[in-house]
């Protein structure tokens, strides 16, 4: 009797078993259906095989083959006299890892992301550091005077996971730019290079020392530098001329004639250090070594406190930005194109049945995050440029659209607000170069910033939430909302000199607007058709009414609400509501004593006890006692172990179409 049920425990364990082993294999045969095949992640980070596990790709990702159709174009102008005086740049970051930590998908936050770039820091610059070691010390040499080291950031320190990790689970930063973001932007600079800059001839002894020290590889990406003429651009094109006296003293990347501009991430510092190697890598080598070893070529970078910059929209220094935002999502043709329309339920419905929950906000993140590393896509969504239902792009769109409706909505009143302190920069770099009547009259409140001197190339690193909001404030014909702007790309801002029709130019001083290659010029108000450049007062006129840092930022969300119309009457000048206003002063300091006296004297249950009539109550006294006192203990509780109660502003959305079909207001700037 006990082999048998022996036997039938053996069989049903065995049976359980098989029914475990079956289960288990159904779902990783469902999850592989669902989100791909199991192919190895990292045979995808070596260089050589970037970007080579798709068919193709977004132009969001800004492969080598994207990057080199962004080309500057040479300026084609009937004006025989155009001379640049002066170049706005302002970039996108490259590419980066994921800005959160998102749960579009099962599996996708499990993946971690380790990082080869690393961020240095080192002491103060040395005449600070020399003073104060010459202040502590007569023999400064005998304590390190001179000696500077680096400072290697590895956010490596939490690896005992899932307790100990960083939110990416690995080595990166949450944003922080990747080896391919650094790429892209090298491309950026050497592009500036080949356009703006005129090389040096040299002489025979100096190209023999040259082709000895730097090889061809100024930038020290490993690649000969190619396609760089040996005497420049056309001249109507050159920015820095090396063969100028001037930068034998001052060299072209150092202030005056650089200005660098970015907020305080990871991701744009980096992504602007390499646009400047591709630019002027070769420049800073020679620097380098004629400085010797105590003092290395310093670039200033302009930065501010992030929670505080105007790089991008930012709400928390101006809340009425949360009012326009609120009336363009409030807005019917919102309504319809992005909550009511068939195209938003069956996408909401798709990732309801599919992916466990609308993660919209978060699509275009994950999406682009995942197929611009050649990372797995769910099979579902991985049908990017093949037919069919093409989820990912219908995602995509849908989850960035609605944004970019709230940039343009209103003639762009969002986007001016956010962004007239970032158009007072960008001008006060160029009104140096302006004749004084161009723009004092138009726009006076440049005065208060002018410079003495116009840097010759002002560079602006920032965000996605740089780029677009800009082009918006331009006008609706410059950008249209269709597109979101990829990694690495670029804004150009040229300012010439130009002696023609003075009907056209009348102040001498003409603009060019480039973005990614395309010239957006003759698509700004005022601006002559197919014609590149146009007289700087058309661009003056269009930002002047929001070029500003004196905005208007007072939200109107948080007023109170006005007096109801009752409240008027009895509060009029007639006796009755004379009478009225002093009964309800007479009561509030009858009420007001009698609670106060309760209160000093512990007596207020008991007043309250005698006052309120007994079918009112609704507990009996020793109920009453014990339920007071359990809120007493429970609010002390609170207080002392610092809860805080307060609630999101996400979720007072009053008014509101749909709050959850809104787009987020907070993960703009990415």
């Known amino acids: 009797t006990r082999t048998r049920q022996e ?66 174009p040479p300026l084609n102008t009937s004006v025989p006299e155009a001379r640049l005086l002066h170049v706005t740049a302002l970039i996108r970051h490259g590419a980066r890892t994921p800005y959160n930590d998102h749960t579009c998908w099962s599996g996708y936050e499990d993946r971690g992301w380790d990082c080869e770039l ?113 005497t420049g651009n056309n001249n109507s094109h050159i920015l820095f001329d090396l063969n100028e006296a001037e930068y034998k003293d001052r060299k072209p990347y150092e202030e005056p004639n650089l200005y660098y501009r970015a907020d305080d991430d990871q991701r744009t510092i980096m992504s602007g250090q390499a646009l400047l190697r591709g630019l002027f890598g070769d420049l800073i080598q020679q620097h380098s070594e004629e400085l010797g070893t105590l003092v290395d070529p310093t670039i200033i970078v302009h930065t501010a406190d992030r929670v505080r910059d105007i790089l991008s929209p930012n709400k928390a220094v101006c809340p009425r930005l949360s009012d326009l935002y609120e009336e363009a999502t409030q807005s019917q043709d919102y309504v319809h194109q992005y909550v009511n329309s068939n195209e938003s339920k069956l996408l909401n419905q798709f990732m309801e049945e599919n992916f466990g929950g609308d993660f919209r906000d978060q ?18 969504l991985d049908d990017y440029s093949r037919g069919g239902d093409d989820y990912f792009e219908r995602l995509t769109k849908y989850s960035f659209q609605p944004y970019t409706y709230v940039l343009r909505h209103n003639d762009a009143a969002y986007s001016k607000l956010a962004l007239g302190p970032l158009w007072m920069n960008i001008l006060s770099n160029m009104i140096p170069n302006f004749p004084i009547d161009a723009w004092k009259e138009v726009i006076p ?48 801002i040229e300012l010439y000199s130009v002696d023609g029709d003075e009907n056209i130019y009348p102040t001498s001083r003409a603009f060019r607007v480039v973005y990614n290659g395309d010239i957006l010029t003759d698509k700004i108000e005022g601006c002559t058709q ?22 208007d930022c007072d939200s109107k969300l948080d007023e109170p609400p006005p007096p109801t119309a009752s409240l008027k009457d009895a509060l009029s000048g007639s006796w009755r509501g004379i009478a009225t206003l002093m009964t309800i002063i007479l009561g509030s300091c009858a009420v007001g004593s009698i609670v106060t006296f309760g209160l000093m004297t512990g007596r207020l249950r008991c007043i309250l006890f005698n006052i309120i009539p007994d079918r009112f109550r609704p507990y009996k006294k020793a109920n009453s006692q014990n339920h007071g006192d359990s809120l007493t203990n429970y609010s002390l509780q609170q207080k002392e172990h610092g809860h805080d109660l307060n609630l999101e502003e996400s979720t007072l959305d009053y008014g509101s179409a749909n709050s959850s079909l809104r787009p987020n207001e907070n993960a703009v700037a990415t």
Request: hydrophobic share 30%.
């Open 363 to 380: 699509a275009q993140d994950c999406l682009m995050t995942t197929i611009c590393n050649d990372r797995e896509l769910p099979q579902l």
């Open 445 to 492: 409140e440049l005065e208060i910033g002018m410079k003495e001197s116009s840097p010759k190339l002002a560079l602006v690193s920032g965000h996605d939430g740089t780029l677009l909001p800009l082009l918006a404030t331009l006008g609706e014909d410059v950008y249209n909302g269709e597109d979101w702007s990829p990694y690495a790309s670029m804004i150009l």
């Open 530 to 551: 197919n014609v590149e450049l146009c007289d700087i007062t058309h661009l003056l006129r269009r930002v002047a009414p929001f070029t500003t840092n004196k905005r």
């Open 7 to 72: 036997r039938k425990i053996t069989d049903a364990m065995t049976k359980y078993c098989l029914i475990i082993f079956i289960l288990i294999c159904a779902d990783k045969w469902c999850c592989g259906n669902a989100l791909g095949g199991g192919e190895d992640n990292n045979h995808y980070s070596e260089r050589e095989n970037w970007y080579k596990r798709y068919p193709t790709y977004p132009e969001y990702c800004s492969n080598d083959s994207q990057m080199q159709e962004r080309s500057i």
């Open 118 to 230: 690393k961020t240095l820091t080192n002491p103060p610059a040395p005449p600070e550091i020399n003073f104060l070691e010459e202040e502590a010390s007569e023999d400064v040499q005998l304590n390190g005077d001179g000696a500077m080291f680096m400072f290697e950031k590895n956010y490596d320190a939490l690896h005992d996971p899932p307790m100990l990790r960083n939110t990416l689970n690995g080595t990166c930063q949450m944003g922080q730019l990747l080896l391919r973001g650094y790429v892209q932007e090298l491309h950026n600079g050497k592009m500036l290079r080949k356009v703006y800059v005129k090389e040096k001839v040299m002489t025979e002894n100096e190209e023999s020392d040259n082709s000895q020290n730097f090889n061809g590889d100024g930038d020290g990406d490993g690649d000969e530098d190619e396609d760089e003429d040996e």
